[in-house]
């Protein structure tokens, strides 16, 4: 988390402007975050926009504490992936006041380059905009960002350069008001110009943009097509989390018609979210089990003899009986075992969902209810209590030496639009975890929410948490002097 202590705030007796430093772990977090975009273009723009984002968030509510505006917040963070997929710059709002960032790596920043978008889509224009000169390339503490000055919307819309090649309004830095005193003491006032309403856009229109726009060989859609028509569509939130999905090849499932605002979590849903992690090296956890021949400690499935009661001798249909007798097991282990194992029958089989909704709904232990729910998924995947399951291995090296251990997420529906987050890290071919081994839990703003260290005779480590639909949080696992990060949208 970025530190107070780190800032350089600028001095309004001279002309030096403000540099920030970028905290080695939001440039780490912003990384991550960065591979969910659909090609190199749209991943360093999303990393570049990330990595500057924290500094400057917790700058700015330093220099407004005390003053009467509201703290600072990200413009449509709940989708701000689907922006940074087509456009560079990040909007900040205080209040009815909007800030436009707009970063660049350029050794030598010689003008402020501003996406048409944040100038001429009404609901998207601002009253400020900020170049950013960032640096990622240093060591620790070397990684930095510069504010060199602003401009108003006015201003670039009466003096800026407009680009029809690039679709970018632009003005010299030396063009530039350097103070930002100046913008504290101007917020609040209208300072820019008269936009043109957009056009209207038929349904028809956006599902063909939607198709054509949605093309991977595409590296900016925003270019291809007349600016009022892509504006209409990027300005349409809907449209725009769409082409974001269609992209990355994330399906969704519509909403019910009787309210189509409140997305209704299925099994669907949540197997398919799951899934979108596949490519990233996760699978469920089942397979990572069979393929390494590792074992949760608490999932006994794994002992000799399971077989007799998976399939209770010519069918798995005669082990029925003996499972459903082992969920009601005042021993923990064997109701762990009985659920996995019920998990493994021919699917729909009506007297194993019935058992394993009725555990659900009984169980107080929180392992039983996880593995309940995820055999429930197996055997009737679009019941509303099903769960599902995956897990990737992590591999820390170090010289000569690998640590592999089994970071595993759970996900169980809740209510419309919750999801209960069941996180476990296992050892991998060993009974305790590595010595020191850290775990780290982050939100999407990089404050952490759950850290543990294992000790000589930690088995496991694991926490669950809720959250809603679309939100997304980080995980770290460190060991010595290496560590590794993934990022999961619930």
Request: charged share 20%; with cysteine.
């Amino acid at each position: 988390m970025f530190q107070l202590s780190q800032l350089q705030p600028f001095d309004s007796e001279n002309s030096h402007l403000l540099r920030l430093t970028i905290n080695k772990a939001d440039q780490e977090i912003a990384w991550q975050q960065a591979q969910h975009h659909s090609n190199p273009i749209s991943r360093y723009n999303a990393y570049l926009n990330g990595a500057c984002l924290n500094a400057i968030l917790n700058w700015l509510s330093e220099w407004l504490a005390g003053e009467a505006f509201p703290q600072p917040s990200v413009w449509h963070s709940q989708d701000i992936s689907s922006i940074w997929e087509v456009v560079n710059g990040t909007a900040i709002q205080i209040g009815d006041t909007r800030l436009v960032l707009i970063p660049s790596d350029e050794g030598d920043l010689e003008e402020l380059c501003v996406p048409q978008e944040w100038v001429d889509i009404p609901n998207w224009s601002a009253d400020y905009y900020l170049p950013v000169q960032v640096n990622l390339d240093g060591d620790e503490d070397e990684c930095w960002m510069e504010v060199c000055g602003f401009a108003t919307h006015r201003q670039l819309k009466n003096e800026g350069t407009y680009s029809a090649g690039d679709r970018t309004y632009a003005l010299p830095t030396k063009e530039l008001t350097q103070s930002l005193v100046v913008m504290q003491i101007t917020l609040g006032l209208n300072l820019q110009a008269e936009v043109s309403p957009l056009p209207s856009l038929s349904e028809l229109n956006a599902t063909e943009l939607l198709q054509n726009l949605g093309n991977l060989s595409v590296y900016s859609p925003r270019l291809i097509v007349p600016f009022e028509q892509w504006a209409s569509f990027l300005a349409n939130d809907e449209c725009r989390q769409q082409l974001y999905n269609q992209r990355l090849g994330i399906i969704q499932k519509p909403a019910v018609a009787a309210a189509p605002s409140v997305m209704i979590q299925s099994q669907a849903n949540l197997l398919q979210r799951a899934k979108n992690y596949f490519q990233a090296g996760w699978q469920m956890t089942d397979e990572i089990i069979e393929k390494l021949g590792i074992f949760d400690p608490n999932l006994v499935s794994a002992i000799a003899g399971s077989d007799a009661y998976r399939y209770g001798g010519s069918s798995s249909q005669k082990g029925i009986p003996t499972l459903l007798d082992l969920l009601h097991d005042r021993n923990k282990g064997n109701q762990l075992r009985a659920a996995d194992l019920l998990g493994r029958v021919e699917p729909g089989n009506a007297e194993a969902i019935s058992a394993l909704t009725n555990l659900l709904k009984t169980t107080k232990d929180d392992d039983v209810r996880c593995q309940a729910a995820v055999s429930l998924g197996k055997l009737d995947p679009k019941n509303s209590a099903a769960g599902v399951r995956i897990g990737k291995i992590i591999e820390l090296t170090i010289r000569l030496d690998t640590v592999r251990v089994l970071l595993e997420i759970t996900l169980l529906p809740e209510g419309s639009d919750q999801t209960n987050v069941y996180l476990r890290v296992f050892p991998v071919r060993s009974k305790t975890l590595p010595l020191n081994l850290e775990v780290v839990v982050l939100d999407e703003d990089g404050e952490v929410l759950w850290e543990e260290q294992a000790d000589s005779d930690t088995n496991r480590f694991q926490n669950d948490f809720t959250g809603t639909i679309g939100d997304y949080f980080h995980v770290k696992v460190a060991y010595q002097e290496v560590s590794i990060t993934e990022d999961f949208t619930i």
